[in-house]
């Protein structure tokens, strides 16, 4: 059981890798480009919705979204409703960018998926979303500052 997870990790880490090296150019590292395709699909998400898609504590995100500010992908506008509440939205040069992400993350897509069936990808879709759910409870837990009992 313990080498599905290994696979997973190594694929994501293989993925990660490849787009910090493909991203350099931008001056995207670090998984920077995940928050700005995200903010590109989503204009005027919050950052702690945007922390909880990725899967990133707040502070991480904090980070990265001040990074991606700083470089000018992305602008923070205050919610027109409450003024505390910044919302996060691609500027233009982000909604330039996003373009490339795109066609890079499809074609990852398609390489990874090589070989399988439409029913194969659906299936493993299917099952991957399941391991999400797992996972993302252990992680909601945890995240609250709970330990898990092993």
């Known amino acids: 059981m313990r080498e599905i997870l290994r696979e997973i990790g190594m694929i994501a880490r ?4 490849i787009s910090n090296i493909e991203f350099k150019e931008l001056e995207l590292t670090k998984g920077q480009y995940l928050y700005l395709i995200r903010i590109c699909e989503e204009p005027g998400i919050i950052q702690e919705k945007l922390a909880e898609m990725i899967k990133v504590d707040r502070t991480t995100a904090a980070r990265a979204i001040a990074k ?3 470089q000018g992908f992305i602008e923070k506008k205050s919610d027109p409703a409450n ?5 996060l939205f691609p500027s233009a040069k982000g909604e330039g960018t ?11 897509d398609r390489a990874a998926l090589a070989g399988l069936s439409a029913e194969e990808i659906g299936a493993l879709h299917k099952l991957l979303e399941r391991v999400r759910r ?4 252990d992680w909601e837990y945890v995240k609250k500052g709970n330990k898990r009992s092993y």
Request: positive net charge.
């Open 68 to 70: 991606l500010e700083l």
């Open 98 to 108: 996003y373009p490339l992400l795109k066609r890079e993350a499809d074609y990852s």
């Open 134 to 137: 797992n996972v993302e409870r």
């Open 83 to 87: 003024r505390k509440i910044k919302r």
């Open 14 to 17: 293989a993925f990660d890798s």
